[in-house]
T-cell receptor
Framework: KQEVTQIPAALSVPEGENLVLNCSFT??????LQWFRQDPGKGLTSLLL?????REQTSGRLNASLDKSSGRSTLYIAASQPGDSATYLC??????????FGDGTTLTVKP | DTEVTQTPKHLVMGMTNKKSLKCEQH?????MYWYKQKAKKPPELMFV???????INESVPSRFSPECPNSSLLNLHLHALQPEDSALYLC????????????FGQGTRLTVV
């Protein structure tokens, strides 16, 4: 059974800081890994999708990396802004079946 | 257009009521999903539809009844719910195939009284 862990559970940083969120998974036979953002009481917004054959993906200030062999992915946020405050979830999709979500990291960026 | 639209946004229902949640997408996605999310927890998969056929039912109680009338619409019919069923219900879709991006709606906040 795939287990997905996100560390830290919560993170508070001052505006402008670069930061890294971590996602680890136990089964390396994955199709892809997707990072989402969720604002309180809202749905999930897709940030980045990394295929199993890829090492990283970039979108604006966001960069996600994937190391399948070690079962790890990181989401790097450059020059953080208060508007980045949200919960960040990673979801790992296995070759057969469904996606498994981590519990998320709640980020607060202070002005 | 990468939008998944869910209605209503909020719903309050009594334990004897019957109500339905609706989800719509026009991206041509043939895989559609219902998730349940409790506060401060990740989404939990409930149902998966593939080409309008139910492919995964995660042992969800029968008081939740999904329906996929066509390739753009997904419904979740609710009947005789319990207060512990109060949660955010999320719909998602993706193109068929494994290496595709999932898109989520904004959810329906359900309160059972």
């Amino acid at each position: 059974k795939q287990e997905v862990t996100q560390i830290p559970a919560a993170l508070s940083v001052p505006e402008g800081e670069n930061l890294v969120l971590n996602c680890s998974f136990t089964d390396s036979a994955i199709y892809n890994l997707q990072w989402f953002r969720q604002d309180p009481g809202k749905g999930l917004t897709s940030l980045l999708l990394i295929q199993s054959s890829q090492r990283e993906q970039t979108s604006g200030r966001l960069n996600a990396s994937l190391d399948k062999s070690s079962g790890r992915s990181t989401l790097y946020i450059a020059a953080s802004q208060p508007g980045d405050s949200a919960t960040y979830l990673c979801a790992v999709r296995l070759r057969v079946g469904k996606s498994t979500f981590g519990d998320g990291t709640t980020l607060t960026v202070k002005p | 257009d990468t939008e998944v639209t869910q209605t209503p946004k909020h719903l309050v229902m009594g334990m004897t009521n019957k109500k339905s949640l609706k989800c719509e997408q026009h991206m041509g996605h043939r895989a559609m999903y219902w998730y349940k999310q409790k506060a401060k927890k990740p989404p939990e998969l409930m149902f998966v539809y593939s080409y309008e056929k139910l492919s995964i039912n995660e042992s969800v109680p029968s008081r939740f009844s999904p329906e996929c009338p066509n390739s753009s619409l997904l419904n979740l019919h609710l009947h005789a719910l319990q207060p512990e069923d109060s949660a955010l219900y999320l719909c998602a879709s993706r193109k068929q195939g494994g290496n595709t991006e999932a898109f989520f709606g904004q959810g329906t906040r359900l309160t059972v009284v």
